[in-house]
């Protein structure tokens, strides 16, 4: 039983890949302590968001992902 973590950008370069598998159920401090700390702390800037299974959360701290189900770590947008 697994949760996929994608990081994306930025948030993949400081944890060093761009793809976790972590055991589920996953809520938000299990995603917390499994990222580690540098990823952690960028995770609690509000400009962070956090799609689970398609849907980005509008309150990430509710995260709870099951067995199979996806999680994507998305950073703030820039572009110009």
């Known amino acids: ?7 994306l ?14 055991p589920a159920p996953l809520d938000w401090p299990g995603l917390l302590d499994a990222v580690g700390p540098e990823v952690a702390g960028q995770l609690r800037d ?20 099951g067995d199979g189900d996806e999680v994507a770590l998305l950073p703030p947008v820039s572009g110009g």
């Not at 039983?1 to 990081?7: G, I, K, N, Y």
């Not at 993949?12 to 793809?19: F, K, Q, R, V």
């Not at 509000?46 to 992902?65: N, S």
């Open 1 to 7: 039983m697994a949760v996929r973590v994608l990081l």
């Open 9 to 22: 950008g930025p948030l993949a370069d400081l944890a060093g890949s761009a793809e976790r598998e972590i």
């Open 46 to 65: 509000e400009r962070v968001h956090i799609a689970c299974a398609g849907r980005v959360l509008a309150d990430k701290t509710t995260l709870t992902a």
